[in-house]
Protein backbone atom coordinates (compact mmCIF):
# COMPACT_ATOMS: atom_id res chain seq x y z
CA UNK A 1 0.00 0.00 0.00
CA UNK A 2 2.81 2.83 0.92
CA UNK A 3 5.23 1.94 -1.30
CA UNK A 4 3.02 2.23 -4.23
CA UNK A 5 2.11 5.88 -3.37
CA UNK A 6 5.61 6.32 -5.23
CA UNK A 7 4.96 5.04 -8.02
CA UNK A 8 4.32 7.46 -10.87
CA UNK A 9 3.02 4.69 -13.70
CA UNK A 10 1.18 6.16 -16.82
CA UNK A 11 2.33 10.03 -15.35
CA UNK A 12 3.63 12.81 -18.02
CA UNK A 13 6.39 14.71 -15.82
CA UNK A 14 8.26 17.68 -17.35
CA UNK A 15 11.88 18.31 -15.54
CA UNK A 16 13.88 21.83 -16.92
CA UNK A 17 17.43 21.82 -16.89
CA UNK A 18 17.67 18.32 -16.94
CA UNK A 19 20.45 17.26 -19.05
CA UNK A 20 22.73 17.07 -16.09
CA UNK A 21 23.11 17.47 -12.51
CA UNK A 22 20.37 17.36 -10.04
CA UNK A 23 17.83 17.67 -13.33
CA UNK A 24 19.43 14.36 -14.60
CA UNK A 25 18.74 12.67 -11.40
CA UNK A 26 15.19 13.66 -11.06
CA UNK A 27 14.13 12.28 -14.26
CA UNK A 28 16.25 9.06 -13.37
CA UNK A 29 14.33 8.60 -10.13
CA UNK A 30 10.83 9.51 -11.79
CA UNK A 31 11.25 7.44 -14.83
CA UNK A 32 12.58 4.29 -12.35
CA UNK A 33 9.33 5.18 -10.51
CA UNK A 34 7.01 4.53 -13.89
CA UNK A 35 6.77 8.25 -15.45
CA UNK A 36 7.63 9.08 -18.72
CA UNK A 37 9.43 12.01 -18.51
CA UNK A 38 10.51 14.57 -21.10
CA UNK A 39 14.06 16.32 -20.68
CA UNK A 40 14.48 19.79 -21.24
CA UNK A 41 17.63 21.31 -21.44
CA UNK A 42 18.37 24.76 -23.49
CA UNK A 43 21.28 22.75 -25.23
CA UNK A 44 19.32 20.35 -27.33
CA UNK A 45 22.12 18.05 -28.01
CA UNK A 46 22.83 17.83 -23.87
CA UNK A 47 19.29 16.97 -23.65
CA UNK A 48 19.41 14.11 -26.22
CA UNK A 49 22.27 12.93 -24.74
CA UNK A 50 20.72 12.72 -21.95
CA UNK A 51 17.68 11.04 -23.08
CA UNK A 52 19.06 8.29 -24.86
CA UNK A 53 21.33 7.16 -21.84
CA UNK A 54 17.90 6.51 -19.37
CA UNK A 55 16.36 5.11 -22.67
CA UNK A 56 19.63 2.62 -22.67
CA UNK A 57 18.03 1.84 -19.12
CA UNK A 58 15.29 1.01 -20.53
CA UNK A 59 13.13 4.00 -19.52
CA UNK A 60 10.28 6.21 -20.97
CA UNK A 61 12.15 9.15 -21.98
CA UNK A 62 11.76 11.95 -24.59
CA UNK A 63 13.48 15.12 -25.25
CA UNK A 64 12.68 19.05 -25.84
CA UNK A 65 14.76 22.18 -26.11
CA UNK A 66 13.44 24.76 -23.90
CA UNK A 67 14.67 28.23 -22.73
CA UNK A 68 12.94 28.74 -19.74
CA UNK A 69 13.68 32.39 -19.96
CA UNK A 70 11.43 33.29 -22.99
CA UNK A 71 7.91 32.87 -22.06
CA UNK A 72 7.33 32.06 -25.70
CA UNK A 73 9.32 28.91 -25.64
CA UNK A 74 7.87 27.48 -22.65
CA UNK A 75 4.54 27.63 -24.29
CA UNK A 76 5.68 26.74 -27.71
CA UNK A 77 6.97 23.47 -25.69
CA UNK A 78 4.67 22.94 -24.09
CA UNK A 79 2.28 22.62 -26.95
CA UNK A 80 4.65 20.26 -28.54
CA UNK A 81 4.84 17.98 -25.55
CA UNK A 82 0.67 18.35 -25.05
CA UNK A 83 0.64 17.43 -28.57
CA UNK A 84 2.79 14.03 -28.62
CA UNK A 85 1.92 13.43 -24.82
CA UNK A 86 -1.41 14.53 -24.25
CA UNK A 87 -1.05 15.81 -21.32
CA UNK A 88 1.63 17.01 -18.22
CA UNK A 89 0.92 15.77 -14.37
CA UNK A 90 3.85 16.64 -13.38
CA UNK A 91 6.12 19.46 -13.55
CA UNK A 92 10.24 19.86 -11.87
CA UNK A 93 11.41 23.58 -12.33
CA UNK A 94 14.85 22.95 -11.81
CA UNK A 95 16.65 24.91 -14.14
CA UNK A 96 19.16 27.46 -12.63
CA UNK A 97 22.42 29.08 -12.28
CA UNK A 98 24.63 30.38 -9.77
CA UNK A 99 26.98 33.43 -10.43
CA UNK A 100 28.95 33.64 -7.11
CA UNK A 101 31.62 36.11 -5.41
CA UNK A 102 29.94 39.46 -6.74
CA UNK A 103 29.60 41.53 -4.39
CA UNK A 104 26.59 44.03 -4.31
CA UNK A 105 28.30 47.35 -4.68
CA UNK A 106 30.37 46.41 -7.56
CA UNK A 107 27.53 44.11 -9.83
CA UNK A 108 26.85 45.00 -12.90
CA UNK A 109 23.02 45.45 -14.11
CA UNK A 110 23.77 41.58 -16.47
CA UNK A 111 24.72 39.55 -13.61
CA UNK A 112 21.94 40.72 -11.56
CA UNK A 113 19.11 40.33 -14.45
CA UNK A 114 20.26 36.78 -15.90
CA UNK A 115 20.19 35.38 -11.93
CA UNK A 116 16.83 36.29 -11.65
CA UNK A 117 15.80 35.70 -14.98
CA UNK A 118 17.06 32.18 -15.38
CA UNK A 119 15.98 31.49 -11.28
CA UNK A 120 12.51 33.36 -10.94
CA UNK A 121 11.46 34.63 -13.87
CA UNK A 122 12.22 31.19 -15.54
CA UNK A 123 10.25 29.20 -13.04
CA UNK A 124 7.01 31.49 -13.14
CA UNK A 125 6.93 31.40 -16.86
CA UNK A 126 6.85 27.37 -16.33
CA UNK A 127 4.58 27.22 -13.55
CA UNK A 128 2.42 29.91 -15.35
CA UNK A 129 2.08 27.97 -18.54
CA UNK A 130 2.05 24.37 -17.16
CA UNK A 131 0.04 25.02 -14.45
CA UNK A 132 -2.71 26.50 -16.24
CA UNK A 133 -3.10 23.33 -18.51
CA UNK A 134 -3.12 21.33 -14.76
CA UNK A 135 -5.62 23.67 -13.51
CA UNK A 136 -7.86 22.62 -16.93
CA UNK A 137 -7.20 19.28 -16.58
CA UNK A 138 -8.06 18.96 -12.91
CA UNK A 139 -4.93 18.07 -10.92
CA UNK A 140 -1.22 18.29 -11.08
CA UNK A 141 2.14 18.65 -9.10
CA UNK A 142 4.74 20.86 -9.67
CA UNK A 143 8.04 20.88 -7.82
CA UNK A 144 10.33 23.87 -7.61
CA UNK A 145 14.25 23.65 -7.25
CA UNK A 146 14.58 26.14 -4.54
CA UNK A 147 17.87 26.67 -2.15
CA UNK A 148 18.98 26.94 1.73
CA UNK A 149 20.20 30.18 -0.13
CA UNK A 150 16.62 31.60 -0.03
CA UNK A 151 16.86 31.24 3.71
CA UNK A 152 20.29 31.93 4.84
CA UNK A 153 23.22 34.26 3.62
CA UNK A 154 25.91 31.97 2.13
CA UNK A 155 29.29 32.28 3.23
CA UNK A 156 32.19 32.99 2.17
CA UNK A 157 30.82 34.02 -1.29
CA UNK A 158 28.62 37.07 -1.98
CA UNK A 159 25.70 35.89 -4.15
CA UNK A 160 22.77 38.59 -3.45
CA UNK A 161 21.29 38.11 -6.98
CA UNK A 162 21.15 34.39 -6.26
CA UNK A 163 19.82 34.38 -2.93
CA UNK A 164 17.46 36.80 -3.64
CA UNK A 165 16.40 34.34 -6.78
CA UNK A 166 15.71 31.55 -4.70
CA UNK A 167 13.95 33.18 -1.67
CA UNK A 168 11.62 34.73 -4.45
CA UNK A 169 11.15 30.70 -5.95
CA UNK A 170 9.89 30.24 -2.63
CA UNK A 171 7.35 32.46 -1.72
CA UNK A 172 6.01 31.98 -5.02
CA UNK A 173 5.70 28.54 -4.03
CA UNK A 174 3.68 29.13 -0.94
CA UNK A 175 1.34 31.71 -3.33
CA UNK A 176 0.80 29.11 -6.23
CA UNK A 177 -0.24 26.32 -3.61
CA UNK A 178 -2.50 28.65 -2.11
CA UNK A 179 -3.96 30.20 -5.37
CA UNK A 180 -4.22 26.34 -7.00
CA UNK A 181 -4.97 24.17 -3.47
CA UNK A 182 -8.53 23.76 -3.97
CA UNK A 183 -8.45 23.22 -7.84
CA UNK A 184 -6.14 20.30 -6.83
CA UNK A 185 -2.86 21.13 -8.14
CA UNK A 186 -0.11 20.95 -5.18
CA UNK A 187 3.18 23.20 -5.57
CA UNK A 188 6.24 22.25 -3.26
CA UNK A 189 9.59 22.82 -3.09
CA UNK A 190 13.15 21.70 -1.85
CA UNK A 191 15.66 23.86 -0.62
CA UNK A 192 19.34 21.90 -1.56
CA UNK A 193 22.58 22.68 0.33
CA UNK A 194 25.84 22.70 -1.13
CA UNK A 195 25.37 19.04 -3.96
CA UNK A 196 28.38 18.05 -5.61
CA UNK A 197 27.42 18.37 -9.26
CA UNK A 198 29.89 19.63 -11.83
CA UNK A 199 28.94 23.52 -11.16
CA UNK A 200 30.25 23.09 -7.58
CA UNK A 201 33.31 21.41 -8.49
CA UNK A 202 34.86 24.09 -9.34
CA UNK A 203 34.78 25.50 -6.29
CA UNK A 204 37.15 22.22 -5.52
CA UNK A 205 39.88 24.66 -7.03
CA UNK A 206 39.35 27.02 -4.05
CA UNK A 207 39.69 24.55 -0.69
CA UNK A 208 39.16 27.15 2.21
CA UNK A 209 35.60 27.78 0.47
CA UNK A 210 35.00 24.58 0.72
CA UNK A 211 36.37 23.81 3.69
CA UNK A 212 34.35 26.72 4.57
CA UNK A 213 31.03 25.43 3.46
CA UNK A 214 31.94 21.65 5.09
CA UNK A 215 32.74 23.30 8.21
CA UNK A 216 29.20 24.86 8.48
CA UNK A 217 27.53 22.05 7.99
CA UNK A 218 26.59 19.69 10.94
CA UNK A 219 26.69 16.32 8.81
CA UNK A 220 30.38 17.58 7.76
CA UNK A 221 29.64 16.77 3.57
CA UNK A 222 28.11 18.10 0.32
CA UNK A 223 24.66 16.45 -0.58
CA UNK A 224 24.85 13.96 -3.25
CA UNK A 225 22.18 14.69 -6.80
CA UNK A 226 20.32 10.82 -5.86
CA UNK A 227 19.41 12.57 -2.50
CA UNK A 228 17.67 15.35 -3.54
CA UNK A 229 16.12 13.89 -6.64
CA UNK A 230 14.82 10.90 -4.20
CA UNK A 231 13.03 14.20 -2.25
CA UNK A 232 11.28 15.22 -5.43
CA UNK A 233 10.40 11.68 -5.95
CA UNK A 234 8.24 12.20 -3.09
CA UNK A 235 7.15 15.27 -3.28
CA UNK A 236 6.02 14.72 -7.02
CA UNK A 237 3.84 11.69 -6.14
CA UNK A 238 1.11 10.71 -4.08
CA UNK A 239 3.17 9.85 -0.90
CA UNK A 240 3.28 13.70 -0.24
CA UNK A 241 -0.56 13.90 -1.27
CA UNK A 242 -1.52 16.26 2.07
CA UNK A 243 1.97 18.58 1.14
CA UNK A 244 1.46 21.66 -0.54
CA UNK A 245 3.06 25.35 -0.23
CA UNK A 246 5.87 23.18 1.68
CA UNK A 247 9.94 24.16 1.34
CA UNK A 248 11.35 21.01 2.35
CA UNK A 249 14.83 21.60 3.13
CA UNK A 250 17.45 18.79 2.66
CA UNK A 251 20.65 20.27 4.05
CA UNK A 252 22.79 18.26 6.10
CA UNK A 253 21.55 20.58 9.06
CA UNK A 254 23.55 23.76 7.52
CA UNK A 255 20.42 26.02 8.28
CA UNK A 256 20.09 24.63 12.56
CA UNK A 257 23.38 27.11 12.90
Known amino acids: ?61 DCETLDVTNPRAVERVHEVIVRKHKRVDILINNAGIAISFQPAETMDDATWLKVLDVNLNGVFWCCRTFGKAMLEQGGGNIVNVGSMSGDIVNRPQEQAQYNASKAGVHHLTKSLAVEWAKRNVRVNAVAPTYIETELTKRAYGYPSVVKNWLDNTPMGRMGQTSEIAALILFLASDASSLMTGSIVTADGGYTCW
Open 1 to 61: MYLDKFRLDGKIAVVTGAAQGIGFATADALSEAGATVIITDMKGANASKARDELVAKGRKV
